[in-house]
């Protein structure tokens, strides 16, 4: 499985942006999905997941009501929508898969639920 982000890039605190993840070498359709970001110096966190039937999301307080993770099935792809960003949004942000028996993904934030990886995208926010 190869997952490969797209869609970073460089934006004034306040705008948008919407991050997709291509997966290839396998149909993703039974895995949960999640992205994660990694500020320089800080380690990886959690940002948000969705379960594989797209019924089930989960959000990091940090950006809840900002961020909206989406799954296209047909196009084995999935999106972070990123709206009002902040400075402290900055990061490489990466794709995540996993499978997750479960219908839903709350509290599926930790990286070990999650076997595939992106090689990430970077976001930088500016003031």
């Known amino acids: 499985v190869q997952l490969v982000e797209s869609g970073g890039g460089l934006v004034q605190a306040g705008g948008s942006l919407r991050l997709s993840c291509a997966a290839s070498g396998r149909v993703l359709s039974s895995y949960a999905m999640a992205w994660f970001r990694q500020a320089p110096g800080k380690e990886r966190e959690f940002v948000a997941a969705i379960s594989w039937n797209g019924g089930s999301t989960y959000y990091a307080d940090s950006v809840k009501g900002r961020f909206t993770i989406s799954r296209d099935h047909a196009k084995n792809t999935e999106y972070l929508e990123m709206t009002s960003l902040k400075l402290e949004d900055t990061a490489v942000y990466y794709c995540?898969?996993?499978?997750?028996?479960?219908?839903?993904?709350?509290?599926?934030?930790?990286?070990?639920?999650?076997?595939?990886w992106g090689q990430g995208t970077q976001v930088t926010v500016s003031s």
């Open positions: 995540a898969a996993g499978f997750v028996p479960s219908p839903s993904v709350e509290g599926r934030s930790s990286s070990h639920d999650y076997s595939y």
